[in-house]
């Protein structure tokens, strides 16, 4: 299908999130007005993929931005879907073509007309896994076909979801089934998200299958600080539950008036004082007051337990309240350990970078060493072997264009000037070459050796009166290196 951007409104504009500095070098997105072009949802799958690869790193991770990034890409691919298919009358008349993909993807795609079937999606769902792993291989892997195949998995999608929409009759009324509940302890442990590596989503190219930075250990730095901070919570929890407990101990209203039981205690004596005046008196019912006397000294028992009653409960809250306290003092304990804990790993992966940046530091040095030294063995070297020299991020003089024209056009501009000579031994033959005084701090900042001699360790301005040492001094790498 052709695209169609008279049909589609041209004052759409989709707006991108605001970038940080960082992901802006990799591709500033900017406001995508009608149709969107292949570069521009290209760079938006540039700066998602970016992003992902930094996901794993705590401080770097922003999920907020992931997902407006993510919502930008899919609002871009439905414009792109809608300026192609939206004014077809039957769906069923149209037809997906997919990218041609390289020879290593072994995926044979073909056109879909209409609703694609299960096959066909898992077949573009494989096609976009394998093509990811092309990533490793510049060479291999095409932006614009990786932006083809995740559009094409698109309109598949939209073609899918319109064929469910047409077929299902539109439910106005809601049925009233019983949802059942979900346990608290159950509900913690279901999943909120797919794991993206399961099956791969319509925002292909996103580095949802990039390796992550491996841990330093087997216990994870974050599942610590999220363990820290429940433990936090339920400490905070058990002192309120403590307070609440000495209030209610405190609280005199909710206790038994002591003077109420000294009252009925009283009142039972004088009972009992009553009956035992009765007892000595002649009547004709003396076992009746016995009985009398029975019942009233059993209610005097009852009235001295209860009366004892709220003591028992206040010792059993106190001894709560103390059990409590000892349970918040065991958790703060572990809390402080697993901060400890943390702070321990922190440091751990923090000397493995180290030793990871020392160690890529050598190989550097060793591949320049290496690449000196075949340039160096190489008969009949001439000036023009000085533009072949890398420096320590694999750039040549001639990648960088500091001269222009190379050693050689810059001996052959100069050549006349000796105040611009540069001795330089090249495979035992000295060599006067040509370099003007403001390239010196350049090259010397290039090949990493200007250190005292620019103004500072980021200016290619030399140091006033140091271009007789800048001179000697790059004459005299240049030397070691091919000499």
């Known amino acids: 299908m052709v695209d169609r951007p008279g049909w589609y409104p041209p004052g759409q504009v989709c707006f991108p999130p605001e970038l940080p500095i960082s992901f802006k070098k990799v591709y500033d997105l900017k406001p995508v007005v009608g149709v969107p072009r292949d570069d521009e949802v290209i760079g938006i799958h540039a700066v ?6 930094v996901s794993g790193v705590p401080e770097m991770h922003d999920p907020d931005l992931h997902m407006k990034l993510v919502d930008h ?7 792109r879907y809608r300026s192609r298919y939206s004014l077809i009358t039957f769906p069923c008349d149209a037809t997906y073509t ?14 879909v007309s209409g609703a694609p079937s299960d096959e066909e999606m898992k077949k573009v769902q494989d096609a976009i896994q394998m093509y990811q792993e092309l990533r490793r291989f510049p060479s291999l892997f095409d932006a614009h076909v990786n932006m083809e195949l995740s559009q094409h998995l698109f309109d598949l999608q939209m073609a899918r979801y319109m064929r469910l929409a047409g077929e299902s009759p539109p439910n106005l009324v809601p049925p009233t089934t019983a949802t059942p509940e979900i346990p608290d302890h159950v509900q913690e442990r279901i999943p909120t998200a797919i794991d993206e590596n399961a099956r791969p989503t319509n925002n292909a190219g996103t580095g949802s299958s990039t390796a992550g930075v491996q ?3 087997n216990v994870d730095v974050r599942e610590l600080m999220e363990r820290s901070n429940q433990l936090a919570e339920r400490f905070n929890q058990l002192l309120e539950r403590s307070n609440e407990l000495v209030e209610r101990c405190a609280r005199p209203s909710e206790q038994p008036d002591p003077q109420t039981f000294c009252d009925k205690f009283n009142q039972v004596l004088e009972r ?3 009956a035992m ?29 209860q009366s004892a009653q709220p003591a028992q409960k206040a010792n059993e809250l106190a001894q709560r309240s103390n059990e409590l306290a000892d349970r918040a003092n065991q958790l703060a304990d572990r809390l402080n350990q697993s901060h400890e804990h943390s702070n321990q790993l922190s440091e751990q992966a923090n000397t493995t970078w180290e030793q990871v940046k020392n160690a890529l530091g050598n190989i ?11 340039v160096r063995n190489h008969k009949g070297s001439t000036i023009n072997s000085l533009d072949c020299l890398a420096n320590h991020e694999g750039k040549t003089q001639s990648d960088s264009n500091i001269l222009g024209i190379g050693f050689a056009g810059s001996t052959k501009s100069w050549s006349s000037f000796s105040k611009f000579r540069l001795p330089v031994v090249i495979g035992g033959v000295s060599h006067n070459t040509y370099v003007q005084n403001r390239l010196l701090g350049e090259l010397l900042q290039f090949y990493g050796i200007g250190d005292e001699l620019c103004q500072s360790a980021t200016s290619v301005l030399l140091k006033d009166g140091q271009e007789a040492t800048a001179r000697h001094r790059l004459g005299t790498y240049l030397s070691l290196c091919l000499g």
């Open 98 to 111: 997919p990218p041609a993909l390289p020879p290593p993807v072994s995926v044979n795609l073909e056109p």
């Open 277 to 305: 005046e009765q007892s000595h008196r002649p009547t004709e019912l003396p076992n009746r007051l016995d009985e009398q006397f029975c019942q009233l000294f059993e209610r005097f028992n009852q009235l001295f337990e």
């Open 364 to 374: 550097n040095k060793m591949l320049m060493r290496i690449q000196h030294a075949i």
């Open 272 to 274: 009992i004082a009553q």
């Open 73 to 79: 890409l899919f609002s871009v691919q439905m414009a």
């Open 48 to 53: 998602i993929h970016a992003a992902n690869r």
């Open 215 to 217: 841990p330093t250990s």
